[in-house]
């Protein structure tokens, strides 16, 4: 994983553009990522489709239980005179399901209002999401399993594009299931020098940190309850942190977010109420009513176990092509900046 | 295709709720649904990778690039004091890469501010579309595959699920290529009784008159080019039609809409500053320096030939479980007074 060894034919830096991509269309490097782009989304549904995954069609202009996955980075839409949200996350809606259909998944943009114009924010990008009756160690097998699946995909069929682009198919050939993992208190203590605490989140420099450390797609799990999304597990052994996990990758750090998710509706109340997200949905004059569709299901169906997680489909194709900078990653990339 | 012959064990009628949707996830008839649409979308990626279509990434909020399908109903979103469009095609995003590509495909949501809640308007629904270097008979050929190939990994897969929705089992296995033909000469002619005349477009009761005399798939070709999007192109021996197709179906008419492209830069540019989608974009604020971007493409690249359509998936889903109301195809329908 030494950046210095890896010698491009292509012009990773030169993907970067966004202000005239529609230059960049017609070069091999952008023709080339978008192949390997579609590799890697056949091989992600290749081993949902295989192992059972029943896909489901979800909103993606919804009230805020669509949107909660970063309340801080919604848009609004003006919705016939009332407010919708576009949609971050198909995971409630994916949720709901995993009782009667055991595995489900989709795909679809998740809209992120993000301002800055850099190496690291897209405003808009896919989202691919799986929900399955069973735990949370059942789930970092399906997530190493799809990894595994997409990068086999784009090895198989994209030789001569990842070597255009300088990517290293020798560490891409490596990667194997089961991932390397770290709790992370474990994370907290590698990152002492960053004057990282236990209870604060990970940043992007802490991940990339850990990852480089590793030079291969490691876990980090049993995040504190306070800092993550309101439906995670707690640990029955240690009620202060959540069954979860992120994964994250070399040269793009947290590709997939994870948890077994909480289905007791007591304490799903319970959680949501108390949660940070719905303070921020009520700062912007939202209400809890936005949840009384997911709480109503709750209350009226029988609870199952059941866990989940979304892999940030640019941050994938990050690592398999070696670039640090998302807009590299994908033929349109959206942003502040992007003539789309 | 006589509806009285259709003995249904399940109760479609139910799926028309779109207001506690959450009560109907438990039942069989939305799980079965959910199983037929996951088929149909496997089937049509089947098709679309079988035969070396190559799948883009496209933004979903966009200029008015992505938004021009039907600009009356167009939702405007916030851009950080800007404007931006939630996407109703990826068309235009697809053609800029068939140059390269030769055949590329995207899928995702279109969405409609759709004010009717009735059994024909969605807000939101997935839109397949396909783009490839190649004329307008080779375009009708690969739409009359994917629908065959949709068709048939349902058939395949859920024939308890058909069968308990009432679906025509018989007729979907007769579903096969070539599909039958017809002008809009003809469609005109046959429609004398409804007052329509030439150049008037085809209207939902239309549509639906016409594939009742057949009972079967039915491509109305040729549509007069004013009545048509701005870039279809004009056929050469009769320059007042373009080379257009609507598929219609049985149960839900308008299923895809088709045609081979115009590449000229500078007719295109014609056709653009003369089309009435400008004209709404202008009414509402925009201006043709949204498609720029679109404009230089062709301006410095070389043109080539190219056709493509787009597939309203819930209108395809629609036929396939016999339902004449778009709200029972899909697991989770959108429109204005839905609860999701």
Redo the contacts between chains.
């Keep these: 994983m030494d950046e210095l060894q890896l010698i491009a034919k292509g012009n990773l830096e030169m993907l970067t553009n966004t202000k005239?991509?529609?230059?960049l269309?017609?070069t091999k490097e952008l023709?080339s990522v978008?192949?390997i782009?579609?590799s890697l989304?056949?091989g992600a549904?290749k081993y949902f489709?295989e192992s059972g995954f029943?896909?489901?069609?979800?909103?993606?202009?919804?009230?805020a239980?669509?949107a909660c996955e970063n309340f801080m980075t919604v848009?609004?839409?003006?919705?016939?005179g009332g407010k919708k949200y576009?949609a971050q996350t198909g995971q409630l809606?994916l949720e709901?399901?995993t009782?009667?259909?055991n595995k489900v998944w989709c795909a679809?943009?998740s809209?992120r209002?993000e301002?800055e114009v850099d190496d690291r924010h897209l405003?808009?990008f896919?989202l691919l999401e799986i929900e399955h009756k069973g735990d949370f160690n059942e789930l970092l097998m399906h997530i190493e399993n799809t990894i595994v699946t997409m990068v086999q995909e784009a090895v198989k069929k994209n030789v001569d594009e990842l070597e255009f682009l300088g990517s290293d198919l020798d560490m891409l050939r490596k990667v194997k299931a089961p991932f390397r993992k770290i709790t992370y208190d474990k994370a907290v203590e590698m990152l002492s020098e960053f004057g990282v605490g236990w209870g604060d989140d990970l940043k992007s420099k802490h991940e990339k940190y850990i990852v480089e450390q590793f030079g291969e797609p490691v876990f980090v799990t049993h995040f504190p309850k306070k800092i993550k999304f309101f439906n995670m597990k707690e640990d029955e052994t240690r009620p202060e942190v959540v069954k979860s996990a992120d994964l994250l990758l070399p040269f793009s750090g947290e590709s997939v977010g994870a948890a077994e998710r909480e289905h007791d509706y007591e304490k799903l109340k319970q959680r949501l109420e108390e949660s940070t997200m719905l303070k921020l949905l009520k700062q912007r004059g939202g209400s809890i009513s936005d949840f009384?569709?997911?709480l109503?299901?709750y209350k009226?169906?029988k609870a199952v176990q059941h866990s989940g997680c979304g892999f940030g489909?640019n941050r994938i194709t990050q690592f398999v092509i070696n670039s640090s900078d998302i807009r590299a990653s994908?033929?349109?990339p959206?942003n502040?900046e992007a003539?789309?």
Tied chains: 1, 2.
């Design positions: 005239t991509r529609y230059d269309l017609k023709q978008a192949k782009e579609a989304l056949r549904r489709e029943t896909e489901i069609v979800v909103p993606h202009l919804t009230r239980t669509g848009f609004e839409v003006d919705f016939f576009l809606y709901v399901m009782p009667f259909l679809g943009p809209f209002a301002q405003i808009e896919p009384d569709w997911f109503n299901f009226n169906n489909f994908t033929t349109f959206s502040k003539v789309i």
